[in-house]
């Protein structure tokens, strides 16, 4: 299980893995080492290659001289060593560096910086180890023109023409197929802090960052994550069952804990075997919204699909997705009615788990209906529709009234206009049953919370930490990388960052693909966590198809799950 540690945590880490017989040499050799392999992956088939190594003045800077001889050991790559700050012969590995012969350049000889362009110019790969995860900002004087320099030389249009006979394979990657130098962040890249993701104005951007024994934050918030490039994370070796590392409560999900959360399949199943899902969606002005959950439900391996929603809707809809039943509910001109709740209360017992919200506009007839659900679902709900008078009484009674008998919720996820719906209820919390998923955007979620989205970004962490425990649910705040937290004060970070799934109808695939793992047995947070792993991995599968991310729409997403499931179930 991947972390994600503060860099103050990250220090106590590594000084409880010294004192346990982990010493910090080895962990220094041991980053250095995948740091080089990673390194040799890029420059896989590039003949010739040349690298420049940054070094800085400290642990990041060891890092990179070990990762820079262990390069040199390849007689198809020239390493070449900048060093921000001379370092004296105490130091082993800068010793094993001017034994290997390497090309050292120190910044205090290059006061104009022509040497430091030149070679990072003139790189397939630069390695940035100068400034590591303890860095503070903003950087000032020699910092700070070091990294100017180093930005201009990647980013100059004038490259030098590559050597001739640059071996290219299709199936490996090549630096010789990039306009400029192809840069490999060590632990965290140059001007960025890695607690809060504030990036420096000089900060070079990364292509790909190796980091180390957990990730950081910083690395996952923006504006820095927009630095990071594709993450890395090396595990170096340290003791697993490490009590400092182990008690972290936050977690990267990645492939390998997906695969292990899902549930198994049987060959004799049948569709009851998988669940059944529930999904009231809909409304005239946002028709698709339903068949896009259902569509996203079925493909994460739901066995029944049956969606509710106003006729106007399924009229136009079924005749598109042949695979969902049909559930018709009463309409108010297109929305919701507020009396559809006696038919759904009736018919919910059936199913494994239910979809609130998609496409449902704010109407209040729809209002009606979600707190009439909810409370009569609550063990505490109280009377609140108003008796009708006189003859009208029994007539607008059969209609609208709900059973007397509170009726118990399927595993319950609420999302789009159903979180708005409920941000305008006071105390809105206290009508969710326990571990309901809620799956706000950060403009929903300032809605539910009563803050400004400004706030809410600038301190994702401790907001999902406090609010889920808060109003005791399990909460997915949606955004490039996505935050999932639970009541007991876990909360985990979704690798992905994708203009992808910037598009209308993704968050109702999100939505379906939780209720649809929820109907097949999965606990809450474990739904939350899988559902929005496949939602990001199939976004960016779909891209990688297309070669755009431009153009793709939600339905391509549901329709790449297929691939993402090939991937995490592989052996």
């Known amino acids: 299980m991947i972390k994600v540690v503060s860099v103050e945590n990250m220090r106590q880490i590594e000084a409880a893995a010294d004192a346990a017989g982990f010493s910090y040499d080895a962990m220094m050799q041991n980053a250095g080492a995948a740091a080089a392999r990673r390194a040799q992956v890029i420059l896989s088939g590039q003949a010739e290659a040349r690298v420049t190594v940054l070094v800085g003045p400290g642990n990041n800077g060891g890092d990179g001289l070990v990762a820079g001889r262990l390069l040199a050991l390849d007689k198809n790559i020239q390493v070449r060593c900048y060093l921000l700050k001379r370092r004296d012969d105490t130091d082993a590995n800068f010793t094993a560096v001017k034994d290997a012969d390497l090309f050292i350049a120190y910044a205090e000889d290059d006061r104009d910086g022509r040497v430091l362009r030149n070679m990072v110019a003139s790189a397939h790969l630069v390695v940035d180890a100068l400034f590591g995860i303890g860095v503070r900002l903003p950087l000032k004087n020699d910092a700070a023109k070091v990294l100017r320099n180093v930005v201009q030389a990647v980013n100059d249009d004038q490259q030098p023409e590559h050597p001739e006979g640059a071996i290219i394979t299709p199936d490996t990657p090549n630096t010789s197929r990039f306009p400029r130098p192809y840069v490999l962040a060590i632990d965290c890249p140059s001007g960025l802090n890695c607690d809060t993701g504030e990036l420096d104005k000089n900060a070079i951007h990364a292509d790909e960052t190796i980091t180390f024994i957990a990730a950081k934050p910083g690395l996952l918030e923006f504006p820095g994550a927009g630095a990071v490039g594709q993450l890395h994370i090396a595990t170096i070796g340290l003791p697993i069952d490490l009590p400092a590392l182990k008690n972290e409560n936050n977690t990267l999900v990645d492939g390998h804990m997906v695969r292990g959360l899902l549930p198994g399949r049987s060959a004799d199943a049948n569709k009851g075997t998988f669940g059944k899902a529930l999904i009231v969606a809909g409304s005239t002005n946002f028709m698709g919204a339903p068949g896009l959950s259902a569509l996203a439900a079925y493909r994460v391996g739901v066995g029944l699909v049956t969606v509710g929603a106003p006729q106007p809707v399924i009229d136009v809809i079924s005749s598109h997705l042949f695979e969902p039943t049909w559930l018709m509910l ?82 319950l996820v609420i999302d789009a206009d159903g979180l708005n719906l409920l941000s305008e209820l006071d105390e809105w919390w206290k009508l969710l049953p326990e571990n309901t998923v809620i799956t706000p955007h950060p403009g929903e979620m300032g809605r539910l919370a009563k803050m400004e989205t400004r706030d809410i970004l600038a301190n994702r962490w401790d907001i999902v930490r406090a609010k889920a425990a808060e109003w005791n649910v399990i909460l997915v705040l949606k955004g490039a990388h996505t935050l999932i937290a639970a009541p007991d004060g876990r909360v985990a970070v979704l690798p992905f960052k994708t203009d992808v799934l910037a598009k209308a109808g993704t968050g109702d695939v999100l939505a379906g693909m939780i209720t649809g793992l929820l109907a097949q047995g999965m606990s809450a947070y474990d739904a939350a966590l899988a559902g929005g792993y496949i939602h990001g991995l199939a976004g960016t599968l779909a891209a990688r198809k297309s070669g755009t991310t431009r153009s793709l729409i939600a339905s391509e997403v549901a329709d790449a799950v297929a691939e993402v499931f090939s991937l995490i179930e592989a052996r």
């Open 330 to 411: 009463p309409h108010d001109m297109g929305a919701l009615a507020a009396n559809a709740v006696t038919i759904v209360q009736k018919e919910m017992a059936a199913y494994d788990s239910l979809l609130l919200g998609p496409g449902w506009g704010r109407e209040q007839t729809t209002r009606e209906f979600l707190t009439t659900l909810l409370n009569s679902a609550s063990e505490t709900a109280k009377p609140h529709a108003q008796r009708s008078i006189g003859f009208m009484e029994k007539a607008a009674d059969a209609e609208s009234k709900p059973d007397e008998t509170p009726a118990k919720l399927p595993a």
